[in-house]
């Protein structure tokens, strides 16, 4: 059974930074545009980041130029580097295929707070 696995989460005060990491198992990654979502308290999950194949991203306005997605297809792993954070990025983490395809994993948890 394919697998995913973030990590890098953490407490943060905003302004502040952090990189998470998503690693998949078999070749998900290299053979998928993959993405980054989050979940808030008390909302529906949520698209971030994506990153195609060829390496092209794109984002969501919320984190737009604050956010950058990058892929590592040798380490069959995905990055989210996360600057300028704001108390409104506080949620779960995950990663997935552009298209969902996996199973979820359990996420990391960014809280970002004076």
């Known amino acids: 059974q394919e697998t995913l696995v973030e990590s890098g989460g953490g407490l943060v005060q905003p302004g502040g930074s952090l990189r998470l990491s998503c690693v998949a198992s078999g070749s998900i990654v290299r053979s998928n545009a993959m993405a980054w979502f989050r979940q808030a308290p008390g909302k529906q999950r949520e698209f971030i980041a994506r990153?195609?194949?060829?390496?092209?991203?794109n984002y969501a306005d919320s984190v737009k130029g604050r956010f950058a997605i990058s892929r590592d297809n040798a380490k069959n792993a995905v990055y989210l580097q996360m600057n300028s954070l704001k108390l409104e990025d506080t949620a779960v983490y995950y990663c997935n295929t552009a298209m969902i395809q996996f199973t979820w994993g359990q996420g990391t948890q960014v809280t970002v707070s004076t």
């Open positions: 990153i195609s194949t060829s390496g092209s991203t």
